[in-house]
C-alpha cells in the first residue's frame, strides 16, 4: 500500500512534538525525507516499526538544523548497522552535500567513515533533474528560497499517483509545472491565518493554513497535506487547521500527528 508515515510535524523550535520529516512509501521502497534534528529521529522510526536496514533513500530538502541533524544520525547508524544490506542513497543540493559530508567528516569515528564510504552513496541534484529511488520516480526542484537553498520535488509512484512536496516554505509561482494537478499536496502551514499576530509567519517566510487551502485550491490539486506547524495550538491544531483551509479547497485535508499513516489509496 502506498502511504506517508509522518515522523515529525512540527517547525523548527518544537520541544513536545518532532520536527517535520516523513517517510514516503511503496509496496517495495521505503523513502525516507529529511530527518528533523537530532537522534529523536531513531525514537520516531522505531515507534513506526522501521528499522535502519529498511531504509535505502534519503531525501534531504535543505541544511537547515531541524532538518539536517537527523540525517547525521541516520548516516551514523547505517554505518554501524550489523545487518544493513545494500547501499544508503541520499539526495540532496549541493549546499546540503557540503553540510552533511563535512559533518560526518568532522564527527565520526574513523571505523564509521570507512563504512559510511562503503554503504552510502551521495547524490548531489541539480534544479529540475529527474531520478529513481527504488520504484518511485521523482523530479526536484528549486523553491527559490531567499532564506537557504531549498529543494521540493515531484514523486510518481509506481500507480501514477503523484505527490508534490513543496519544502517548509511558500509556494513559488515558478514551480507551478510541478505541482499543479497533484493527487497530494505537502505544505507547510506554519500556523492559521486568524493567529498570524501571535505567529508572525510571514515575518518567518511561512504560510497560513488558509494560504495552503487557497493553494490548493488554485493549483487544482486533489488532496492537501498540512505540516510544519507551531506546537502551542496541538489539542486544536487537527480541527482548527482543517477548518481554515476549508474555507478555499473542497478536496480531502489531511491535518497529520506524529506518527501518523496516510493512505494515498
Not at 508534490?164 to 505544505?187: F, K, Q, S, V
Not at 493553494?215 to 496541538?234: D, R
Not at 473542497?250 to 494515498?264: A, Q, T, W
Request: aromatic letters at 8%; a negative charge; one cysteine or more.
Amino acid at each position: 500500500m502506498n502511504k506517508i508515515t509522518m515522523l515529525g510535524t512540527g517547525s523548527a523550535t518544537v520541544s513536545h512534538i518532532y520536527n517535520t520529516c516523513f517517510v514516503l512509501s511503496t509496496a517495495t521502497t521505503r523513502l525516507l525525507v529529511d530527518a528533523g534534528g537530532g537522534n529523536g529521529i531513531l525514537t520516531q522510526l522505531r515507534k513506526v516499526g522501521l528499522p535502519i536496514s529498511d531504509i535505502h533513500h534519503l531525501f534531504v530538502t535543505h541544511a537547515h538544523t531541524d532538518h539536517v541533524l537527523g540525517v547525521i544520525w541516520v548516516i551514523r547508524m547505517v554505518a554501524q548497522c550489523k545487518g544493513y544490506e545494500g547501499h544508503l542513497h541520499v539526495y540532496g543540493n549541493d549546499k546540503v552535500m557540503k553540510v552533511v559530508r563535512t559533518i560526518i567528516d568532522m564527527i565520526l569515528a574513523k571505523k564509521q567513515l570507512s563504512k559510511v564510504g562503503e554503504r552510502v552513496v551521495f547524490h548531489e541534484l541539480t534544479d529540475g533533474e529527474n531520478f529513481d529511488a527504488g520504484d518511485i520516480r521523482l523530479t526536484c526542484f528549486d523553491i527559490h528560497s531567499t532564506k537557504e537553498k531549498q529543494y521540493g520535488f515531484r514523486a510518481q509512484l509506481p500507480d501514477s499517483t503523484v505527490v508534490a512536496c513543496l519544502g517548509d516554505e511558500p509556494y513559488n509561482p515558478l514551480n507551478r509545472p510541478y505541482i499543479e494537478h497533484a493527487d497530494w499536496m505537502m505544505c507547510e502551514a506554519f500556523c492559521l491565518y486568524a493567529d498570524r499576530d501571535t505567529f508572525k509567519p510571514y515575518e518567518k517566510c511561512h504560510s497560513t493554513a488558509l494560504d495552503a487551502g487557497r493553494l490548493a485550491a488554485e493549483l487544482g490539486v486533489k488532496n492537501l497535506i498540512l505540516y510544519h506547524t507551531e506546537e502551542k495550538t496541538l489539542s486544536t491544531r487537527k480541527e482548527s487547521y482543517t477548518k481554515e483551509a476549508a474555507e478555499n479547497f473542497k478536496g480531502k485535508i489531511v491535518v497529520p500527528d506524529d506518527l501518523e499513516e496516510i493512505s494515498l489509496a
